[in-house]
Nanobody
Framework: QVQLVESGGGLVQAGGSLRLSCAGSGRYDVGWFRQAPGKEREFVAGIRWSGFSSSYADFAKGRFTISRDNAKNTVYLQMSSLKPEDTAVYYC?????????????WGQGTQVTVSS
């Protein structure tokens, strides 16, 4: 069983920063997603197992950075210049076909709340 555990969420003021962690990432590609109240789940960022390539949603470019430490089986999402619109539950996801956009293993999420 693939088990993912997110951590690092919390309450932060607008303009602040948070670093989220996803433990148990293994050697598959990993994606970060988020879901805000009343909105659909959306892709935030993704990283290949090698760590050499990554992708970002438009809203994340320039503010968020995804990275991974394969020795620790952990993927990180560094978030800066946070806005109230970033308030959401953040999930990491992976799977053997994550490189094709198929994420079948999900963590339970970590709450990020950005106050204005």
């Amino acid at each position: 069983q693939v088990q993912l555990v997110e951590s690092g969420g919390g309450l932060v003021q607008a303009g602040g920063s948070l670093r989220l962690s996803c433990a148990g990432s293994g050697r598959y590609d990993v994606g970060w997603f988020r879901q805000a109240p009343g909105k659909e789940r959306e892709f935030v960022a993704g990283i290949r197992w090698s760590g050499f390539s990554s992708s970002y949603a438009d809203f994340a470019k320039g503010r968020f950075t995804i990275s991974r430490d394969n020795a620790k089986n952990t993927v990180y999402l560094q978030m800066s210049s946070l806005k109230p619109e970033d308030t959401a539950v953040y999930y990491c996801a992976t799977g053997p076909r994550a490189s094709r956009g198929e994420y079948v293993y999900w963590g339970q999420g970590t709450q990020v709340t950005v106050s204005s």
